[in-house]
């Protein structure tokens, strides 16, 4: 499984952009980039996921480098409800096996 | 009602004493997981199944059993608690007709507590 460095937390002001850095140098090429969000007393739930384009979707972006050693979850105008903690998981094949880092933090305040 | 139902949501429960927990989906999905979570962690994947009567190992499975006698529900056993097995559980499914990329869908998870 690729490695993964994120931030241990980020702090952020309600309705401002968001941009969450993961590093991932050992991803290998069919790996996909995945991020999932646990906010609190809840399971985690998808995000967003890309391979080498940048990706939208009505949550978030996905950044992709071209290298494709790291990308970034950018969250375009932060919400209280956003407050969670955000993995980054790459993951290959049919994504059946998701590892979880420890993730990052993120608080929103109003 | 949510898609993926963890019961109990909260068990306190003594050293030795079995311990089933149970998911159960309105998902139609195939493909059911069973995590842990650690304070301050991140999930571990402790066993998987892709259909009924399907069971793989994950990462944890030292301890635990699963049984998928029915595509809706995947349960978790612990034969015989053991302290350090206190965590928060988590159940997911994943649909492997969507393709390639299969979200997991997580159920709000299980408090275990054991003395």
């Known amino acids: 499984d690729a490695k993964t460095t994120q931030p241990n937390s980020m702090e952020s002001n309600e309705e401002e952009p968001v941009h969450l850095p993961c590093n991932h140098s050992?991803?290998?090429?069919?790996?996909?980039i995945h991020w999932y969000r646990q906010l609190p007393s809840q399971g985690p739930e998808y995000v967003i996921h890309g391979l080498t384009s940048n990706v939208n979707n009505r949550m978030a972006s996905l950044a992709i480098a071209e290298d494709r050693k790291s990308s970034t979850l950018i969250l375009h105008r932060a919400t209280l409800r956003d407050a969670a903690v955000y993995y980054c998981i790459p993951s290959g094949g049919s994504n059946y096996k998701l590892t979880f880092g420890k993730g990052t933090l993120l608080t929103v305040n109003p | 009602d949510a898609d993926v139902t963890q019961t109990p949501r909260n068990r306190i429960t003594k050293t030795g004493k079995r311990i089933m927990l149970e998911c159960s989906q309105t998902k139609g999905h195939d493909r059911m997981y069973w995590y842990r979570q650690d304070p301050g962690l991140g999930l571990r994947l402790i066993y998987y199944?892709?259909?009924?009567?399907?069971?793989n190992k994950g990462e944890i499975s030292d301890g635990y059993s699963v049984s998928r006698q029915a595509q809706a529900k995947f349960s978790l056993s612990l034969e015989s608690a053991i302290p350090n097995q206190t965590a928060l559980y988590f159940c997911?499914?994943?649909?492997?007709?969507?393709?390639?990329?299969?979200?997991?869908?997580f159920g709000d998870g299980t408090r275990l507590s054991i003395l």
């Open positions: 997911a499914t994943s649909d492997s007709r969507t393709g390639q990329f299969q979200p997991q869908h």
């Open positions: 199944s892709f259909d009924v009567k399907d069971i």
């Open positions: 050992t991803i290998s090429g069919t790996d996909y």
